[in-house]
């Protein structure tokens, strides 16, 4: 018989990006610097980071951070893109339009190729692990997948990660425990992060 235990995965989006997206800003460093002293205590197994340059720069400097010595991994389903493209009759009516322009707005590769990626991003870091101890793993990632894996630990509708919005190196925790629903343990913290590097990356007439 399988041992199955929880699974504690942290999502934090990556730091404040330069216009180009090329790197992190100085804040950003700042604020990638910031979340590894956060995360200093948490035993991790794993650190996974997108591909692009933003989210591979924050991880590197969460991972300088980290007292233990913990595996650096890069992962594609853990980059940018487009998690899932809704249909018109799938969302509500007086925001339809709004939603699909704000999606078709993105290149035709992220569209198409990111359910795929999504699917994939599920299977690797969702769910209870095998073996009898709990898991702790970190991703670093962008706002669609941080958005997607919020969703998805609330069964919501595929469409519902439009609207969930994340901050530069705010953080995520989601429990995946055997036999019972996920748990989301916090959405989007910036505890860690001063005032002055607090929502950026966050839509301005959402803050608060």
């Known amino acids: ?114 359910p795929e990626l999504a699917e994939a991003a599920l299977a690797r870091f969702t769910g209870p692990v095998e073996g009898a101890e709990p898991r702790h793993e970190l991703v670093v990632t962008h706002a669609f997948l941080a958005a997607w894996l919020v969703r998805d630990a609330l069964d919501a509708p595929a469409w519902r990660w439009l609207g969930l919005n994340h901050s530069n190196a705010a953080l995520t925790v989601i429990r995946y425990t055997p036999g019972r629903p996920a748990a989301l343990a916090m959405v989007n913290d910036m505890g860690h992060l001063p005032a002055d590097l607090q929502w950026t990356g966050f839509p301005q007439e959402l803050r608060v």
């Open 1 to 114: 018989m399988t041992v199955a235990s929880t699974r504690f995965l942290y999502v934090a989006r990556h730091g404040e990006a330069s216009p180009d997206e090329t790197e992190l800003t100085e804040r950003g460093r700042r604020q990638a610097a910031l979340l590894g002293e956060r995360l200093r205590d948490v035993p991790l197994s794993a650190v996974h980071h997108g591909p692009l340059p933003r989210a591979a720069e924050t991880a590197r400097l969460v991972h300088e951070q980290l007292r233990q010595d913990v595996p650096l991994h890069v992962s594609e389903p853990a980059g940018d893109y487009v998690p899932y493209v809704p249909r018109q009759e799938e969302l509500p009516k007086d925001a339809a339009d709004r939603l699909l322009g704000f999606v078709e707005q993105f290149p035709e590769a992220e569209r198409s190729q990111g």
